[in-house]
């Protein structure tokens, strides 16, 4: 079974990254190409929030018992499987970790323009996937369930 209290942090640390991309992110792409404060704030916090629906991931896979997922992307698929988010916000977090794995490892320069469709669009998958999870594990918690 789940580890509610962990989930219920680790959600509350993803809606705090979310919004601190929020508050962070210029309203115009060339805004956030020429501020490279903003550009550190929002990829750092995206890549944390991404980071964090991974270890959502990884302890819901071990908590159940479930096969052990490979990759981060893996983890989401898995996820998909067996019903906790949906196979469309499973595949949005699995494009989601290329930017995360950019920002985490400098495999090459960051996209900027990537980066400001994540904080602008891509806020909504990450508020999907943690909506989907808890209502998951509020129905999953449920005897007979």
Same mark, same amino acid.
């Given at each position: 079974?789940?580890?509610?209290?962990?989930?219920?942090?680790?959600?509350?640390?993803?809606?705090?990254?979310?919004?601190?991309?929020?508050?962070?992110?210029?309203?115009?792409?060339?805004?956030?190409?020429?501020?490279?404060?903003?550009?550190?704030?929002? !990829?750092?916090? &995206?890549?944390? %929030? #991404?980071?964090?629906?991974?270890? =959502? /991931?990884?302890?819901?896979? *071990?908590?159940?018992?479930?096969?052990?997922?490979?990759?981060?992307?893996?983890?989401?698929?898995?996820?998909?499987?067996?019903?906790?988010?949906?196979?469309?916000? !499973?595949?949005? &977090?699995?494009? %989601? #970790?290329?930017?995360?794995?950019? =920002? /985490?490892?400098?495999?090459? *320069?960051?996209?900027?323009?990537?980066?400001?469709?994540?904080?602008?669009?891509?806020?909504?998958?990450?508020?999907?996937?943690?909506?989907?999870?808890?209502?998951? !594990?509020?129905?999953?918690?449920?005897?007979?369930?």
């Amino acid at each position: 079974m789940v580890n509610r209290d962990l989930l219920a942090l680790k959600l509350a640390e993803l809606h705090d990254r979310v919004e601190r991309v929020r508050v962070n992110a210029p309203s115009a792409l060339e805004e956030l190409r020429s501020d490279r404060d903003a550009l550190d704030l929002v !990829a750092f916090n &995206l890549m944390l %929030a #991404v980071q964090t629906c991974s270890d =959502v /991931a990884s302890h819901i896979i *071990a908590d159940e018992g479930w096969p052990v997922a490979k990759t981060l992307g893996d983890g989401f698929a898995r996820l998909a499987e067996f019903g906790v988010i949906q196979l469309e916000t !499973a595949r949005a &977090l699995q494009r %989601a #970790v290329g930017l995360r794995n950019v =920002v /985490a490892h400098g495999y090459a *320069a960051l996209d900027v323009a990537r980066c400001f469709e994540a904080a602008h669009t891509g806020l909504t998958e990450l508020s999907d996937f943690a909506q989907q999870v808890s209502r998951w !594990a509020t129905h999953s918690t449920i005897p007979g369930s």
